[in-house]
Structures are given as structure tokens and as C-alpha cells.
């Protein structure tokens, strides 16, 4: 096997360096004037108070700052409005924050580990691959699950997916080295990716069903592509990858990889991992290639995402699995995120198999599927999630979005997902409140779309 013989382009902090000024994320996030007119005043004066001094802070962190956060505006605007007529009164359908409650049984298990743990123990500096018993249960909930053979050398525990995909990319790419990833895709993709000196790039979607558009893959990939970072089941589309798509997902990076002479990794994130509908079946993709690293959290499936927990699980048949994680506790060393707290790792180690009560997703997905097709929205049906990612009724998904807030509607642009013309509803909210926006949702598409 070659050892790699893909191009490498530079340190990692000096591709930084370049990335600071060059790469951003993509340009429908960004108030372009702003952002123009930061080019511009820094050109000329060298800071933003124009009076010619050396700039003292980062300016690719100041210029994000200039960056609109779509998701970030709208919930603000449900609070704002919410404050009017009622926040029970707002379909606020904007943010992905579960919307059932942590498992009694968690509760619990703080709640005695607090009790009768040694303090010294309970809360001091864990190991930086996170505490060896909780990555032996990880490893053997996995060999359990999904017949793959991990080790408690094959898990790093980190702070949720966010953690997860910091140290995952880091770890199989070098700075100017490109991943791919495919629309729609989760908005964080891109700071996640860029700021580590690698470039995401985005793979148009297929738009049909939400699988993956091969055909525009293959043409993306080039001796450059040191991963591709997969999504399912997916945030925005609510579609999980069926075995085909996997499996020729697979044969494609594996027949590139022998023709580029270096492996591709696959860096699969799959927080929605446990939020599958009835007759849906979830392949786990590191089952159909070797060279994966799963990314996982427990924010979801435990509604915990204020905990910051989750992991990252090397194939132990991936190339160089012994060294990813022992590299992962380097890269922890760069990126401050080392030592996940010792109460919830040893909390989430006595759950693993269990679940909060995810039920009501899949309720509440029927409830606004049904609705949708009735109006004459066409959508997708999501496998899981609970996210729906429907065609807007006009071709600016943006103008869509604000003419439903006259309803009292908060929807999402697809356009933050790399994705125009299609919107998204995370109902992960009351059944209740669902019901309820539903002649709100009636009135806003016979008002504003009569034509139908
Ligand atoms: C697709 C996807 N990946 C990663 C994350 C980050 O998850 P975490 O809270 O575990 O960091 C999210 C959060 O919403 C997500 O939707």
C-alpha cells in the first residue's frame, strides 16, 4: 500500500493563515455589503476604526462576526414576536433543540454518581481519550449493535458531533487538502471544516430523493479529496442513506482511493443515529467501509445537547486506525477541547442503549407531512430526524420564509443548507403546537399562493 501521495500544501498554521483572509463560509450566510465594505476600510486603514493602525485581533474571526446566522435571526424573531402575542403563539419551527426531556434513569445516574463517587475522582482531569471504562462500553455497545470489532483503542470521546468532526477532520487531512460533502447539509459544516485549514466543498443535491447525486460526486472528486463527511440521517432533508447508497458510496471512494494512491476517509456524523421512523432501516456506514470515522453525540438521542458529549469510532480496519485516536489526543491538545467532563462520560457510559422518548418525532412528522402534500407542497418523506426539508412555493425560498412570518410562521431557508428553493421545519416542538399551526400554514398558503 503507498504510503500517502497526495499533495500536501503547508503547515496547518500557515494555511491558516491563508484561510483567514481567503476562505469563508458559503456566501448566502454572509451580508455580502458588510463584508465588502470590511474589505474595503481594511485596505485602506488597516483596522476597522479607520485611523490607520495595526489590526490587533484575528480578522478572519473579526469578518465572521459580519456573518448572519439565518437560523440565529429567526429564533430571535420568535422570541421577539413571542413576547407580543405569546411564544404558544409562535410556530417556531427554526431551531434543532430536542424537544423531549432526558430519560428519568439519566437523571438518576448523575444524581447517585454525584452521591457516591469519590469527589477527587468524580471531578478531576479525565484522561485526554476519555475514561478508559467509558470507552471500553462504548466499543463493546458498538461490537454489539453493528458487528463491527472496535476496541476501547478505537474510541475518543469528545465534546458532541461538533467535537467529534473537529478532531476527525483534523486527523485525515492535511491544510489545503479538500472534503466533500453533499447538499443539503448542515449549515456548521463549514466553519467546522474551513477553520482546520482543509476546504469543504459542496455537492450539489439530488434533489429527487435526497440521496446522493453520484454523478456530480465523481466529478467533484479529484486526487485532492482526503474525505468526504457524510450526514445521515440527515439534518436538513430528514432522509437517511439507504444500503445502495452506501454501499456504491463505497465502491466509488474505494475505486478512486486505489487510482489517487491514498486512502479516502469517510467521516460519517450521525447525531440523529436513534431517530429512525417505522420501516426505515438505518445502515451504520462503518460497516460498508473500512476507512470510517463515525462521529456521534448524545444531544439528541438523550436530549442532552447542553452536556456536550458524544465520540469519535475508528474502524479499527480503517488505514492507520492505531494512530487516529492517539492523534486525536494531540489535536485535543491545539484545539482546547481535551477531557470531556468526567460526570457526564460516566453517566452517558451507564445509557448507551437507551433513548429519550423519541416518539413524537415521528408524530409529529406525519402530522405536518400530511398536511404539506395537502396543500400542495411537495416534500421528500424524511426516513428520520426531525427535520422536513419541503419544496418552497416560489423559487426564492427566502421571500417564501419571511411571507409565512406574517403567519406567525418561522420556516428556514434551504439556502443556509446549500440548498435554494427548498425551506426547513424542525418540529422537533409540542405535538400540540404542531396542530395548531396548522390553519396558520392553510391561511399562509391560500393567502399568499392562490394559484396553488
Ligand atoms: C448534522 C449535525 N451535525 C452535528 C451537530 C452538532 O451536534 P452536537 O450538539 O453534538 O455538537 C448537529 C447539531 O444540530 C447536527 O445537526
Redesign the pocket.
Known amino acids: 500500500m503507498p504510503i500517502r501521495t497526495r499533495p500536501i500544501y503547508g503547515r496547518r498554521m500557515n494555511n491558516i493563515v491563508t484561510a483567514r483572509n481567503s476562505i469563508l463560509p458559503t456566501d448566502h450566510l454572509l451580508d455580502k455589503e458588510k463584508i465588502l465594505d470590511y474589505d474595503k476600510k481594511r485596505k485602506k486603514t488597516n483596522n476597522l476604526s479607520g485611523i490607520g493602525e495595526e489590526i490587533m485581533v484575528a480578522s478572519h474571526y473579526e469578518k465572521m462576526l459580519l456573518e448572519k446566522s439565518v437560523i440565529r435571526q429567526l429564533s430571535e424573531f420568535a422570541t421577539a414576536r413571542g413576547k407580543e402575542i405569546g411564544y404558544e403563539n409562535v410556530f417556531d419551527y427554526s431551531l ?1 433543540n430536542p424537544s423531549v426531556p432526558v430519560p428519568e434513569a439519566v437523571t438518576e445516574t448523575m444524581i447517585r454518581l454525584l452521591r457516591e463517587k469519590d469527589p477527587m475522582e468524580l471531578h478531576g482531569y479525565s484522561p485526554s481519550l476519555g475514561i478508559t471504562a467509558v470507552r471500553e462500553a462504548v466499543a463493546l455497545s458498538l461490537r454489539k449493535r453493528f458487528g463491527v470489532p472496535y476496541g476501547t483503542e478505537d474510541i475518543f470521546m469528545t ?5 467529534a ?1 473537529a478532531h476527525a477532520v483534523r486527523a485525515v487531512t492535511e491544510p489545503g487538502d479538500e472534503v466533500l460533502t453533499f447538499a443539503p447539509c ?1 449549515s ?1 459544516y463549514f466553519p467546522y471544516v474551513n477553520g482546520t485549514g482543509a476546504v469543504l466543498k459542496l455537492v450539489p443535491a439530488d434533489t429527487e430523493r435526497f440521496q446522493i447525486h453520484f454523478e456530480a460526486f465523481e466529478k467533484m472528486l479529484s486526487p485532492r479529496t482526503a474525505a468526504v463527511l457524510i ?1 445521515t440521517p ?2 436538513p432533508s430528514g432522509i437517511v442513506y439507504s444500503k445502495e447508497t452506501i454501499r456504491t458510496l463505497a465502491a466509488i471512494l474505494e475505486r478512486k482511493a486505489g487510482q489517487y494512491g491514498h486512502a479516502i476517509y469517510l467521516i460519517s ?1 450521525e ?2 443515529r436513534e431517530i429512525v421512523f417505522a420501516g426505515v432501516e438505518a445502515p451504520f456506514v462503518a460497516a460498508a467501509y473500512s476507512n470510517t470515522l463515525t462521529c456521534y ?1 448524545f ?1 439528541k438521542s438523550l436530549s442532552l ?1 447542553g452536556e ?1 458529549i ?1 465520540y469519535v469510532a475508528v474502524n479499527p480496519a480503517c488505514k492507520d486506525a492505531a494512530k487516529i485516536v492517539q492523534m486525536c489526543g494531540q489535536i485535543s491538545r491545539e484545539t482546547g477541547h481535551n477531557c470531556p467532563a468526567s460526570l457526564i462520560q460516566l453517566t452517558i457510559a451507564e445509557h448507551l442503549d437507551h433513548t429519550s422518548d423519541l416518539t413524537i418525532y415521528e408524530t409529529n412528522k406525519n402530522i405536518l407531512y400530511r398536511e404539506l402534500l395537502e396543500l400542495g407542497i411537495s416534500c421528500v418523506e424524511p426516513g428520520g430526524t426531525f427535520y422536513l426539508f419541503p419544496r418552497a412555493l416560489e423559487e426564492d425560498a427566502v421571500a417564501f420564509c419571511e411571507k409565512g412570518r406574517k403567519y406567525d410562521l418561522i420556516l428556514v431557508p434551504g439556502d443556509g443548507f446549500g440548498c435554494p428553493g427548498f425551506f426547513r421545519m424542525a418540529y422537533c416542538i409540542d405535538t400540540d403546537k404542531v396542530k395548531r399551526s396548522l390553519p396558520a400554514l392553510r391561511r399562509f398558503v391560500e393567502t399568499e399562493y392562490p394559484q396553488g
Open positions: 434543532g465534546a458532541g458531533a461538533a467535537g468532526i448542515f456548521e450526514n440527515n439534518n456524523d447525531p440523529y453525540s444531544s445537547p456536550r458524544g
